[in-house]
Nanobody, 122 residues
Framework: QVTLVESGGGSVQNGGSLRLSCRAS????????YGWFRQAPGKEREFVAL????????LYADSVKGRFTISRDNPKNTIDLQMNSLKPEDTAVYYC???????????????WGQGTQVTVVS
């Protein structure tokens, strides 16, 4: 099991930006996919973005497309989520996770961080 630790959450005004970072405890196989998910109170966990360890393929939820950018630094075992033009509806706990194949289904992700709170206020 890989340990994942998120950081960078906080409170920001509507239209502001935050950069989340996820640090993994070890290198992962080239087939690994890293994903960002979020969960607001009373709602199911929601896919945000993913990126493959190998190559540059990335996928975004429609709700964040054009505003969020996922990136990785394999030598440092980090996965970042740059969030711009934040909206109140982006408020949630954000989690990073890993899966063994390309999927946006949170149930297929095996390892999870403990999450970091993002709050967007008007």
């Amino acid at each position: 099991q890989v340990t994942l630790v998120e950081s960078g959450g906080g409170s920001v005004q509507n239209g502001g930006s935050l950069r989340l970072s996820c640090r993994a405890s070890a290198r992962s196989p080239s087939s690994t996919v890293y994903g960002w998910f979020r969960q607001a109170p009373g709602k199911e966990r929601e896919f945000v973005a993913l990126i493959r360890v190998r190559g540059t393929s990335a996928l975004y939820a429609d709700s964040v497309k054009g505003r969020f950018t996922i990136s990785r630094d394999n030598p440092k075992n980090t996965i970042d989520l740059q969030m711009n033009s934040l909206k109140p509806e982006d408020t949630a706990v954000y989690y990073c996770a890993l899966a063994s194949q390309y999927t946006n289904n949170y149930r297929e992700y095996s390892d999870w961080g403990q999450g970091t709170q993002v709050t967007v206020v008007s």
